[in-house]
T-cell receptor, first 113, second 112 residues
Framework: ETGVTQSPTHLIKTRGQQVTLRCSSQ?????VSWYQQALGQGPQFIFQ???????GRGNFPPRFSGLQFPNYSSELNVNALELDDSALYLC????????????FGPGTRLTVT | SQKIEQNSEALNIQEGKTATLTCNYTNYSPAYLQWYRQDPGRGPVFLLLIRENEKEKRKERLKVTFDTTLKQSLFHITASQPADSATYLC???????????FGKGTTLSVSS
């Protein structure tokens, strides 16, 4: 088990609603990345935070936003939920070194109905 | 657009044999490539990183190769065990060290 935790484990929301997912990073890691993993697919990069600043973003619309706090924990917010947002949301913490190992949390399973 | 293909969705082998998984990428020139293992209902677990200037990397029973000409990485598990049964994901990284997208994965089943 990694030291990365995510909450909640499962979530059911209705189309159009907003959701906030939370992640606490592994001790000593200052970088957090968020990924979306649809069923049967590999994870897709949403964005990365380093020392509370967004440090790279994948091909996701602005209704996906995030925050990183001084203790390096992080939030992913999704507004105006769509059915296609149903997926497993993973956060991963790492050091800043390029190519460094990412430690993934267990994920939050979001279902949008 | 960038495309990552892992050879097959499922691979079944007998205990003790070598499993070989393939990761091909197009429209992409990764500087690094990582391999992860994912068990059902869990997040991926990092296994190995290989850099573009490295041909081969080993860790215990695992071996990874990286051929930038063929745009392909091979992942080998020697002396496979039932406990190796899982989905294996490849993740090419760009120059900034970011994995923008992972492969869909190959699900390996090792029977005793």
């Amino acid at each position: 088990e990694t030291g990365v935790t995510q909450s909640p484990t499962h979530l059911i929301k209705t189309r159009g609603q907003q959701v906030t997912l939370r992640c606490s990073s592994q001790s000593g890691h200052n970088t957090v990345s968020w990924y979306q993993q649809a069923l049967g697919q590999g994870p897709q990069f949403i964005f990365q935070y380093y020392r509370e600043e967004e440090n790279g973003r994948g091909n996701f619309p602005p209704r996906f936003s995030g925050l990183q706090f001084p203790n390096y924990s992080s939030e992913l917010n999704v507004n105006a939920l769509e059915l296609d947002d149903s997926a497993l949301y993973l956060c991963a913490s790492s050091s800043r070194d390029i190519g460094s190992e990412q430690y993934f949390g267990p994920g939050t399973r979001l279902t949008v109905t | 657009s960038q495309k990552i293909e892992q050879n097959s969705e499922a691979l079944n082998i007998q205990e003790g044999k070598t499993a070989t998984l393939t990761c091909n990428y197009t429209n992409y020139s990764p500087a690094y490539l990582q391999w992860y293992r994912q068990d059902p209902g869990r997040g991926p677990v990092f296994l190995l990183l290989i850099r573009e200037n490295e041909k081969e990397k080993r860790k215990e029973r695992l071996k990874v190769t990286f051929d930038t000409t063929l745009k392909q990485s091979l992942f080998h598990i020697t002396a496979s065990q039932p406990a190796d049964s899982a989905t294996y994901l490849c993740a090419p990284l760009n120059q900034a060290g970011t994995a923008l997208i992972f492969g869909k994965g190959t699900t390996l089943s090792v029977s005793s």
